[in-house]
């Protein structure tokens, strides 16, 4: 019988649109938004290449010297519901002056369109626009960072190598990245007996866009990279593998906890802080 139904799981993903989608995991509704957390919002409406409409959230800094914030930090959260969850990651942030935004992929929460790749690729392009365009016309020089967690981390990767304009991006944070993306989707449906058969479908997934295989083509873009060893969900090997790819300048930081909990700690704040600091 449960032979059998993971076979019936099987063919049915197999006939999904996109394989690469059942990566994602999204959700419409936002169940808090961050003015209810006493923390100021804007919702930004702005589109992908592709034409997809996107809505992200604009948490502009608190602290501000001369009228201007320390930087602007693209935030790209993990695979699962949408940014409403993923906010109590970096809503400090703004507090100790930065602006973020955190970006709204197409089909979670008010974006348009199906999660996949590689058209994701084509919303992180458009929230970095959107941040360069601010930046523009405020007549601003803050400097514009990204900080990705979990598959936001990976999605950095490729994300930021194919971005024209990557020159214009300081430093990067990567928390609890992977390395391949059929790899870690194959090792998430093996530990469970109703996904095990799955494997082989994970293992379709195109490894085109593996972060491994595009993270030394930023050049000499400062990276700061931090993982727990207690992480269930992303194994520590994954990401210190993508790590070792990666250029020089680049720092490591052992964090705690479990998968993303790193910012729930002061000490992993205050070192991310230091890090962006030193990359103006």
Same mark, same amino acid.
């Given at each position: 019988m449960r032979?059998a139904?993971a076979v019936l799981?099987?063919c049915m993903?197999?006939?999904?649109?996109?394989i690469?989608?059942?990566?994602?995991?999204p959700?419409q509704?936002f169940?808090?938004?961050?003015?209810?957390?006493?923390?100021?919002y804007?919702t930004?409406?702005?589109?992908?290449?592709?034409g997809?409409a996107?809505?992200?959230w604009?948490?502009?800094a608190k602290?501000?010297?001369?009228?201007?914030s320390?930087g602007?930090?693209?935030?790209?959260?993990g695979n699962?519901?949408n &940014? $409403?969850? @993923?906010?109590l990651?970096?809503?400090?942030? /703004?507090? *100790?002056?930065y602006d973020?935004?955190?970006?709204?992929?197409?089909?979670?929460?008010?974006?348009?369109g199906?999660?996949k790749?590689?058209?994701?690729?084509?919303?992180?392009?458009?929230?970095l626009d959107w941040m360069?365009?601010?930046k523009?016309?405020?007549n601003?020089n803050?400097?514009?960072?990204v900080l990705g967690q979990s598959?936001?981390?990976s999605?950095?990767?490729?994300?930021?190598?194919?971005y024209?304009?990557?020159?214009?991006?300081?430093?990067v944070?990567?928390?609890?990245?992977f390395?391949?993306?059929?790899?870690?989707?194959s090792?998430? &449906? $093996?530990r @469970?007996?109703?996904t095990?058969?799955?494997? /082989?479908v *994970?293992?379709?997934?195109?490894?085109?866009?593996?972060?491994?295989?595009?993270v030394d083509?930023?050049?000499?873009m400062?990276?700061?990279?931090?993982?727990s060893?207690q992480d269930?969900v992303v194994p520590y090997?994954?990401?210190?593998a993508?790590?070792?790819?990666a250029?020089?300048?680049?720092m490591?930081?052992?964090s705690?906890?479990?998968?993303v909990e790193s910012f729930?700690?002061e000490?992993?704040r205050?070192?991310?802080?230091k890090?962006?600091?030193q990359?103006p």
């Amino acid at each position: 019988m449960r032979i059998a139904v993971a076979v019936l799981l099987l063919c049915m993903l197999s006939a999904c649109t996109s394989i690469t989608s059942l990566m994602f995991y999204p959700r419409q509704s936002f169940p808090v938004t961050p003015d209810q957390l006493g923390v100021s919002y804007e919702t930004i409406h702005h589109q992908a290449i592709d034409g997809t409409a996107l809505v992200s959230w604009w948490l502009p800094a608190k602290k501000t010297i001369n009228g201007k914030s320390k930087g602007s930090i693209l935030v790209l959260h993990g695979n699962a519901q949408n &940014m $409403s969850y @993923h906010q109590l990651s970096v809503n400090w942030l /703004p507090a *100790a002056g930065y602006d973020v935004l955190m970006l709204g992929y197409r089909e979670f929460g008010q974006s348009e369109g199906l999660a996949k790749l590689p058209d994701i690729f084509m919303d992180v392009h458009s929230g970095l626009d959107w941040m360069l365009n601010h930046k523009q016309s405020s007549n601003s020089n803050v400097p514009v960072y990204v900080l990705g967690q979990s598959i936001g981390a990976s999605l950095a990767v490729y994300g930021i190598a194919s971005y024209p304009q990557k020159h214009e991006i300081s430093a990067v944070v990567l928390d609890a990245g992977f390395d391949s993306y059929p790899d870690i989707a194959s090792e998430a &449906m $093996s530990r @469970h007996w109703l996904t095990w058969l799955l494997q /082989p479908v *994970a293992l379709s997934i195109t490894s085109q866009y593996d972060p491994i295989e595009w993270v030394d083509h930023w050049g000499e873009m400062p990276l700061m990279m931090m993982h727990s060893p207690q992480d269930t969900v992303v194994p520590y090997r994954r990401g210190k593998a993508l790590y070792e790819k990666a250029n020089d300048p680049k720092m490591w930081l052992d964090s705690t906890g479990r998968h993303v909990e790193s910012f729930a700690f002061e000490a992993m704040r205050l070192e991310t802080i230091k890090f962006l600091e030193q990359h103006p």
